[in-house]
């Protein structure tokens, strides 16, 4: 029998396949923002399908990054056009820096309110980030688990992944079973992130407040965003390699309802037969269409 790579593999004859988009797989869209509108179809017809009420509302888990930057401008251009409200959902984004303040233009509070809160019709109130400004960071890690927990859990949690694999701040070396907790950055996500901070790597924070790969892992479905050749080896290494704690991401082929949402630029290090086993699971999906795939339709063009 052909050996497939990794336990990202399930049988084309797997009857999920045909009942729901979200069975743990790879999605291959051929740019960024077919990527990133396949994305948000698939978070607008979650929260859409689920009919959240004030009583019963959708929890979202965010990330921030350039990752999730499209996929931001069609979740809004969907709430414009009617299709998509977040009166009832509740938000918790990943992470947040330390040692800037929360007005800092490159605070992922700011990043949140300038890309989606303030487009939106989300209650401010609904909207958690972590505060990085707390007297007690380990309290203010203990409090957002606890906000999690008493939201009913994250329902989807949204990521993006840093270039050498980690998944919100779980930078290499992180336990896979990690909370919410301070971490310090990697020398390379510091370098990576300058780039926010005009290429002044000194001014880039060097602790962060991070869910963990634990509490990501909590949620019932984790959709993963990685575009650009610039994540091909993350991809490669979160879908080929065995799971490590080097690679964070890769903590997700154990989860039951994981999707990585790539380009083709991001397959760049995938072997040739996985990108085949993917593409033909997809095209055999795509012959049965959910609503994610009608939500989209036309929107591209727009924004
Ligand atoms: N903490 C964030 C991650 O959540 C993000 O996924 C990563 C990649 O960012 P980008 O999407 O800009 O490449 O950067 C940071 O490390």
Redesign the pocket.
């Known amino acids: 029998m052909e050996s497939k790579p990794g336990l990202w593999m399930f049988p084309s004859s797997c009857p999920h396949l045909h009942r729901t988009p979200s069975c743990r797989r790879l999605i291959i869209r051929p740019t960024a923002p077919s990527a990133s509108l396949y994305v948000a179809s698939l978070i607008a017809a979650r929260i859409n399908a689920f009919s959240p009420t004030a009583e019963r509302p959708f929890v979202l888990g965010l ?6 930057l499209l996929i931001y401008k069609y979740l809004v251009a969907f709430h414009r056009e009617g299709k998509l409200s977040f009166k009832h959902v509740i938000t918790f984004n ?2 947040e820096y330390i040692g800037i303040p929360r007005d800092h233009p490159q605070s992922y509070h700011t990043f949140m309110y300038t890309h989606l809160f303030s487009h939106i019709d989300i209650l401010p109130e609904n909207a958690h980030l972590l505060d990085p400004s707390a007297a007690d960071l380990e309290a203010e890690a203990e409090r957002y688990e606890a906000a999690i927990a008493a939201a009913g859990g994250i329902r989807l949690f949204l ?5 050498d694999g ?4 779980n930078e290499p070396g992180s336990s896979l079973s990690s909370r919410t907790r301070v971490k310090t ?1 990697a020398n390379d ?1 510091i370098v ?2 300058a780039r ?1 901070f005009d290429g002044d790597v000194d001014s880039v924070p060097k602790t ?1 407040l ?1 869910v963990g790969v634990g509490t990501i892992m909590d949620a019932k479905e984790v959709v993963v ?1 990685a575009t ?1 050749s ?2 091909a080896r993350a991809v490669r290494d979160g879908i080929e390699g065995s799971i490590g704690h080097l690679c964070t991401i890769s903590a997700l082929q154990m989860h039951r309802n994981a999707i990585v949402v790539v380009d083709e630029e991001a397959t760049a290090e995938l072997r040739v037969k996985t990108v085949k086993y993917f593409k033909q699971i997809e095209e055999a999906a795509e012959k049965m269409p959910g609503d994610h795939h009608r939500l989209g339709k036309g929107l591209e063009a727009k924004l």
């Open positions: 990330p921030t990054g350039s990752s999730p990943m992470d990521a993006g992944v840093g270039a980690h998944i919100a701040f950055l996500t990576d992130n926010f962060a991070t965003i650009g610039n994540k």
